[in-house]
């Protein structure tokens, strides 16, 4: 598992919260796209994984209300997940090529 595999996977979940914004997916299909990252999680640091669920699990919650109210707020939610995926980009180009 490489970083490019990693990196890769990064670059479709940000192209996956920039769809949602543009509502062109739900809520819900980014958290499965993301879920489905296992060698981009396996690359970072195990704290990223929990942080990431956690986000998802309240980006799903947020789509159960029709409207933002102050604890389910999905665009406060994108803001810090793409915050998340800024901070998973640095570090996996931090971090030095393994050979496999």
Known sequence: ???????FELHALQQALQQLSAGKITASELSAQARATPHLLARLPPRYGQVL????????A?????????????????????????????????????PE
């Open 1 to 7: 598992m490489t970083v490019n595999t990693a990196l």
């Open 53 to 60: 669920q956690d986000l998802l699990d309240r980006l799903e």
């Open 62 to 98: 947020s789509a159960l209300f029709t409207e933002e109210s102050c604890s389910f707020s999905q665009s406060e939610l994108l803001t810090h997940l793409q915050g998340w995926a800024d901070k998973a980009q640095e570090t996996l180009e931090l971090t030095p090529q393994v």
